[in-house]
């Protein structure tokens, strides 16, 4: 394959580097004093794991040619099944279990309504998000969780501690879930079984692939991303919080947007969601920094994703 023919394969992710390298030389040019310092990047790595985690999970259920809203609320519900089981076992290996376990269930019962019901996606997580949500708060009674007893041990200098002072831990699990995202996505034959659910699944039933199978199985997945990330929050704040997970929901879809996932399914990238993220992540430190109001924070949103889906349209147009 020559040179001509690589930049043809990869013009998304191509553009989507120079919109991010484009941004980043925006930012040291406004704000010098913040970003030609390396602590604002460490700050980037410890909170935009949380978008990303997420974001991978989406990307994912768009490929497969739906969507889900009720991730949010999944975060702060596994953030609580784990604090809860934590506290009743004393184990925190149970209580991570059971977290992870709780997004997954949420994750099945999306995947059978949408498919097996036939409810459209965005009704069903729409109408969850606010069930999940509602409900963790009436077993809660609206009152925080601290975690206090998950300062000092191992497994929370493994989850969110620093490596070598300096990079947050969250930072390199969502490096490595990237990696296991993309490998199932394009390396894998169930990436294959989403990729043709997504584009044309009465094509991909005809193919002897189960639709229905393999989207429950990628709300599934959704769901667990999901769940660890609220986990995760909830060990690097020490408190679970009625409140986990709000916030996200438009961070997480724009940075997925940013990098190239289709809405229409069959089409994604896992390398643009990693880059997005970390482009949303940087967004509000970035414009508060250049001296602007954190007003201007949606609004910048809004043109960065009208940009990238614009270059991304015009970019698969000539491949």
């Known amino acids: 394959m020559n040179v001509i023919e690589r930049i043809k394969t990869y013009n998304t992710q191509l553009g989507l580097t120079f919109i991010g390298l484009l941004v980043l030389i925006l930012f040291m040019v406004t704000a010098p004093g913040t970003f030609l310092r390396g602590r604002i990047y460490s700050s980037f790595l410890s909170i935009t794991p949380f978008i990303g985690i997420a974001g991978l999970g989406l990307t994912l259920v768009l490929v497969s040619g739906e969507i889900d809203l009720s991730f949010t609320a999944v975060m702060g519900f596994a953030g609580y099944v784990f604090a809860v089981t934590m506290g009743f076992t004393g184990s925190i290996i149970l209580g991570i279990l059971a977290g992870l376990a709780s997004g997954a269930v949420v994750g099945m019962l999306n995947g059978m309504l949408v498919t097996l019901i036939g409810i459209p996606s965005i009704v069903v997580t729409l109408g969850m998000q606010f069930l999940i949500r509602g409900a963790t708060n009436i077993i809660a009674a609206g009152q925080a969780t601290t975690l206090t007893q998950l300062a000092g041990t191992p497994i929370h200098s493994l989850l969110v501690g620093e490596i070598g002072g300096v990079v947050p831990a969250q930072s390199i699990w969502f490096l490595v879930l990237a990696v296991l ?5 394009f390396r894998h034959k169930f990436g294959d079984h989403i990729l043709f659910s997504g584009d044309n699944p009465e094509t991909a039933e005809m ?58 399914g069959g089409e994604g990238t896992v390398y643009g969601t990693f880059l997005g993220a970390f482009i949303i992540g940087s967004l509000e430190a970035g414009i508060v920094a250049a001296g602007l109001s954190g007003f201007w924070t949606r609004f910048i949103y809004g043109i960065l994703i009208l940009i990238a889906v614009t270059i991304h349209t015009l970019l698969r147009r000539q491949s």
């Open 181 to 185: 995202v993309w490998s199932l996505l």
């Open 207 to 264: 193919m002897g692939i189960s639709v229905t199978r393999t989207k429950i199985i990628v709300f599934m997945i959704f769901g667990a991303l999901a769940a660890f990330s609220g986990i995760l929050d909830s060990f690097r704040l020490r408190t679970w919080w009625p409140t986990m997970g709000q916030g996200y929901l438009m961070t997480t879809m724009a940075a997925v947007f940013i990098g190239g996932t289709s809405m229409f």
